[in-house]
């Protein structure tokens, strides 16, 4: 599993296929053999949001670091967009002085901005995990809502549809759409601006 790439809305697409497929053949093979319907234990969604809330919960820090970079970048690119302050000296030499007392303090101001984004960086061990965990919390909810899913298809195409399952499938799926959404978020702040650090070396960089 790669990383340093962004997830694939194919792939999520895809799990939720194998799942749903997965589950209405459990389905067709319990109700050909006489069994009931199986249906989602309600302990299955509430796991997915306690996961989901964690996972905002690790992520955070990340969010406020990246912010930060973001920034940085931002109002780096703002000055190199502003009028340059050689020219604005030569046209007028005597505000020389001056200028050069205004770009001498934009300079101290964007190395406090620097080195107050770098006192406060997220150790990169850290980052890598939360974004493993970010990346392995959307692709299992995709399998368990595509399952959820199917369960709910085939439940509600019976005959004499079961309200349990339903309900059961129905809040399991809502479950595993809030996780795979928190996961693709926390996977989306652990990437950097283009030209920090490792993104030099990465066409999608994580905070690291």
């Known amino acids: 599993m790669n990383l340093a790439s962004r997830t694939r809305p194919g792939l999520l697409v895809g799990l939720v296929v194998i799942g749903g497929v997965l589950a209405w053949c459990v389905e067709t093979w319990?109700?050909?053999?006489?069994?009931?319907?199986?249906?989602?234990?309600?302990?299955?969604?509430?796991?997915?949001?306690?996961l989901a809330a964690l996972l905002l919960w690790l992520a955070w820090p990340i969010r406020?670091?990246?912010?930060?970079?973001?920034?940085e970048r931002r109002e780096a690119e703002s000055r190199r967009r502003a009028p340059g302050l050689e020219r604005g000296g030569r046209a007028n030499?005597?505000?020389c002085d001056g200028r050069q007392g205004q770009g001498q303090g934009q300079g101290q101001e964007g190395q406090?901005?620097?080195?107050?984004?770098?006192?406060?960086?997220?150790d990169p061990q850290y980052a890598f995990r939360v974004l493993a965990f970010a990346r392995a919390a959307s692709l299992a909810s995709s399998l368990m809502g595509g399952v959820a899913l199917g369960v709910l298809v085939f439940a509600?195409?019976?005959t004499v549809p079961p309200e349990?399952?339903?309900?059961?499938?129905?809040?399991?799926?809502?479950?595993?759409?809030?996780?795979?959404?928190?996961?693709?978020?926390?996977?989306?702040?652990c990437r950097i601006p283009p030209g920090n650090d490792a993104a030099s070396t990465s066409p999608n960089p994580i905070a690291v």
């Open 93 to 95: 030499p005597g505000n």
């Open 30 to 50: 319990l109700v050909t053999s006489g069994r009931p319907v199986m249906a989602p234990p309600l302990t299955m969604p509430l796991t997915l949001v306690v």
């Open 112 to 122: 406090e901005i620097e080195r107050d984004v770098r006192g406060k960086r997220v």
């Open 156 to 158: 509600s195409t019976r």
């Open 164 to 189: 349990e399952p339903i309900w059961h499938a129905a809040v399991s799926l809502i479950g595993s759409v809030v996780l795979l959404a928190v996961g693709l978020i926390a996977e989306s702040w």
């Open 64 to 71: 406020a670091y990246t912010r930060r970079l973001w920034r």
